[in-house]
């Protein structure tokens, strides 16, 4: 009985070292990938790599060799995956996807469509879906992908940083990951966006370590704007103010400036520390759906660059007034704009309709596109001040009195 | 063998004459120099007393015997077999006192101590108890020290053990059992409960087992808990140990029974449950919700201690994608440069601390501090500036071995550095899927496991919800006024 213990113990741990581990990758035989772009290129696609050189990365000193501490490798493949395995003629470790924290798009590429390039990287298991998402305005992927940054000396997740921090205080970027553009592109009552990221500076003088050496880089990367997509393809830029605007109807803004101007000429500058937008529906008589948006913002005024007495509540709601008024003016007007020159659903009303309205969507579904264009939207804004800073009255006034 | 056949062939009942009571004696104890026979007068009577020198000390008796009492006179009138008992009933000053007729009895009297007084004319002794073992005093218990509550700790003495119970349970329902086991040591053993509290269910297993104990020797509770235990090749203990008197008290008042071996200061507690080895006695003393806290951290370092060396394997190896981007960037430059694949390197890490502790347990106290520098040095720093491991593992090893020190029960910390190995070897060739297999296996066997019949896990499984008060956590007295822990099997 001990004897048939003892051999089925010893059978059970050889089978334990003789599968041998088969999965096991240790982490120095990985070329972890942090960030990946994707060109148009006559042969197919062509793929650039930001691969962390981990030897840099060494805390102790000796490994190092005083190189960076990531290295751009580029390749040319029928598909995303054949270039991918045509780079290990290069790259001197297994390439690992799973920490990709931007896939950059050239904007070539997004012109022409991504629904290709997006069914490789849906499809591997490697890849998370909550990377970002950015598109190389005016440029292609490879370039932003060579560009030294300082502060993060990984260029992936500086640019990783900068698309957080810039979208949640800024609002003028869009944060947005793999999950969210395939849904938003299959969705047949939304259009995707993208946020550009285009070269402040000249490629050549970026890709040395020389460019963070001085105390004001000659190359930073730059976020530009809101790529408007119609379907898969990139159909056109959105300023800033537009830009803007999307997030906020996507209820996508946490915090960010504006002005506004004064009665008696000047201007004041305020924050926007919380907005909360609502969407919502209406069917008409006829069964036409009406758009409405509902904003709640609740602002804090941080510039007072005109004579008015602040002191004053009425002034305060008179304030309020003109910045309710200009939102719901530019806000109507961007939208319009946007439907107008793109006819691209980015605000996601199909959507709306869809959820409140199904039987009222089924007749719009097969020809949303050209509907959505004519389709009218009024916006509400509530605006709440709530601090008005340190000071009460406006500095220039007080000198005015003496 | 040899032994008692010797034995059969000698004569048992005690002889009348004094010089053939030495002479019979001697041949049984045999030439041993710290066996006196003292022989006296009581009045006229000769008499003899025996006793080992070290273990008795009859100085008291001798006085008492040298009185130049008139009793003595009336003695010689007596009988022989009355003035045997009238030497019981009006001489002899001291508490225990008995009779003893055959050579085994009194072997056994000498052997444990006290002093037999034979003598001439009768057959019958008397054995006078006055033991009286140099020992060591009562000290601070060393291996559960606490920082409120009693200092007191067992000493080596089975008698001082019991008493130190009996003082913090004054009550006629606390009972000792005594009983000898060990063929050659017939080393002592008390069993202590409450009445009424303790399950006899219990009880009556516990008494079965140690009836059944074929053992030469005694010389440390361990013995007794090898034999008693459920389950031989479980890597848990499932008897507790203390050597702590109040650790003591508190189990039997809540019904679990203690085993007091002679010559150890180390208590066994049956039934043990799984819950029990992660209190402290300090728990009860300080406050309630401090003491929870504290529980829990305990119950973390468990898995802290057991865990952390193979999820780091498993995870560094297999499941890179779960670590968050900026914590791989620093492991894999950590990494850079080190020969071995991350198990060679965590078992590595692991046996030399193993070895460092072994080494330094049993050293002299001045010694174990240049192990403990040179360890820290040589491991700690050298080793990862050679390249050798990367600071990582020294820090997975580290936290190990600290979590491993911050578990109350040593039995229970020896459980997981034994399963810690094997956990690390399932998780380098399974990954993290190896590691839930074997942590399944690890849970289906700690719930098999019995203490004399009672669930290993009680209050988990089977979960008891009104001794969750005093399980995972340890509720204000106020919602405890009944002893929770009563254990049924």
Not at chain 2, 409 to 417: L, Q, T
């Amino acid at each position: 009985m001990l004897g048939r213990t003892i051999l089925s113990v010893l059978l059970m741990t050889s089978l334990i070292i003789t599968s041998g581990c088969w999965s096991r990758k240790e982490l120095n035989e990985l070329a972890v990938v942090m960030a990946l772009g994707i060109d148009t290129h006559k042969d197919g696609y062509a793929v650039s790599a930001q691969v962390l050189n981990s030897s840099e990365l060494a805390t102790k000193s000796g490994g190092s060799i005083g190189s960076l501490p990531v290295v751009t490798y580029k390749s040319v493949g029928k598909t995303v995956p054949d270039a991918l395995q045509r780079m290990l003629s290069m790259a001197p470790r297994m390439l690992y996807l799973s920490h990709v924290r931007v896939l950059v798009l050239g904007e070539d590429l997004a012109r022409q469509g991504v629904s290709d390039v997006l069914d490789y990287i849906s499809r591997n298991h490697q890849l998370r879906t909550n990377f970002f998402m950015l598109i190389a305005k005016n440029g292609n992927a490879s370039e932003i992908l060579e560009v030294v940054t300082p502060f993060e000396y990984i260029p992936a997740n500086s640019l990783y940083s900068s698309i957080l921090i810039s979208e949640k205080k800024w609002a003028a970027t869009g944060k947005v990951t793999l999950q969210q553009f395939v849904n938003e592109l299959k969705q047949s009552g939304s259009d995707p966006i993208l946020s550009g990221v285009q070269l402040n500076g000249s490629s050549a003088e970026g890709q040395s370590v020389e460019n963070v050496k001085k105390i004001s880089p000659s190359t930073l990367l730059q976020h530009a704007g809101l790529g408007v997509f119609k379907g898969d393809r990139l159909v056109g830029w959105l300023g800033e103010p537009p830009s803007k605007t999307v997030n906020y109807v996507l209820n996508r803004v946490e915090s960010t400036a504006g002005y506004v101007s004064c009665p008696s000429g000047g201007i004041v500058g305020f924050t926007v520390n919380r907005a909360d937008t609502s969407l919502d529906v209406m069917l008409s008589a006829e069964n036409i759906p009406r758009f409405s948006v509902k904003m709640e913002i609740e602002a804090d005024i941080n510039s007072v660059q005109c004579p008015i007495n602040i002191n004053q509540p009425s002034a305060i709601e008179a304030l309020e007034r003109s910045i309710e008024d200009k939102y719901n003016e530019n806000i109507e007007k961007h939208v319009k704009d946007v439907q107008q020159r793109y006819g691209a659903d980015i605000f996601a009303l199909g959507e709306v309709l869809h959820r409140k309205y199904p039987q009222v969507w089924k007749t719009y579904r097969s020809h949303w596109g050209e509907s959505f264009q004519s389709m009218s939207i009024d916006v509400h804004s509530h605006v709440a001040i709530r601090r008005i800073g340190s000071i009460i009255q406006p500095l220039n006034q007080e000198v005015d009195e003496k | 063998m040899q032994n008692i056949t010797r034995k059969e062939g000698l004569q048992e009942a005690l002889p009348i004459l004094i010089s053939e009571f030495i002479e019979n004696m001697k041949t049984r104890f045999g030439q041993s120099g710290d066996i006196i026979y003292r022989e006296l007068l009581l009045g006229t009577i000769p008499a003899v007393i025996v006793y080992i020198e070290g273990m008795g000390d009859p100085r008291f008796l001798i006085e008492a015997l040298h009185m130049d009492s008139p009793l003595f006179k009336e003695l010689t009138n007596q009988s022989p077999d009355d003035r045997v008992r009238m030497l019981k009933d009006l001489t002899i000053t001291m508490g225990k006192v008995g009779e003893a007729t055959t050579y085994s009895e009194v072997e056994e009297n000498v052997l444990s101590g006290n002093t037999v007084v034979f003598i001439e004319g009768t057959s019958t002794s008397l054995y006078v108890g006055t033991e009286k073992l140099k020992q060591r005093g009562v000290e601070e218990a060393s291996s559960q020290s606490v920082v409120r509550g009693p200092r007191e700790g067992f000493t080596e003495s089975l008698r001082e053990n019991t008493a130190l119970v009996r003082r913090r349970i004054q009550s006629p329902k606390l009972r000792i059992e005594e009983r000898k086991v060990g063929e050659h040591t017939h080393t002592q053993l008390a069993v202590m409960y409450m009445d009424g509290l303790a399950d006899t269910e219990v009880l009556d297993e516990l008494r079965t087992r140690l009836n059944g104990i074929k053992l030469d020797s005694v010389l440390e509770s361990n013995y007794i808990e090898e034999m008693i235990q459920d389950h031989r090749y479980s890597p848990f203990p499932t008897v507790y140990n203390s050597e702590r008197p109040d650790v003591i008290a508190s189990a039997i008042l809540e019904g679990r029974i203690a085993i007091l071996v002679e010559g150890t200061p180390f208590v066994l507690v049956v039934p043990a449950l799984f819950v029990q080895f992660f209190q402290s006695s300090e728990d009860y003393y300080q406050r309630w919700d401090f003491a929870s806290l504290v529980r829990l951290l305990r119950y973390l370092c468990f898995g802290i201690a057991l865990l952390t060396p193979s999820l780091y394997i498993a995870i560094s190896t297999f499941h890179q994608e779960m670590l968050p981007t900026n914590l791989l960037t620093s492991l894999i430059g950590q990494r850079e440069g080190v020969p071995f694949p991350a198990f060679i390197e965590a078992v590595i890490m692991e046996i030399t601390f193993e070895i460092l502790r072994e080494a330094g347990i049993r050293l002299p106290k001045s010694i174990g501090q240049s192990v403990s520098i040179v360890g820290t040095l040589v491991i700690g720093q050298a080793a990862v500036e050679a390249g050798l491991v990367s600071a990582a593992m020294v820090i997975v090893v580290s936290i190990t071995a600290i979590a491993n020190f911050a578990l109350p029960a040593f039995n229970v910390g020896i459980s997981v550095r034994i399963l810690r190995f094997g956990l690390m070897a399932i998780a380098a060739s399974f990954g993290l899927y190896g590691m839930i297999i074997g942590l399944i296996v690890l849970g289906l066997h700690l719930c098999s496991l019995q203490s004399m019949g009672v669930p290993y896990m009680t209050s988990f499984a089977p979960i008891r919800w009104r001794s969750q008060k005093d399980a995972l956590l340890r509720l204000s007295r106020h919602n405890m006024k009944k002893y929770m822990g009563k254990v049924k099997s």
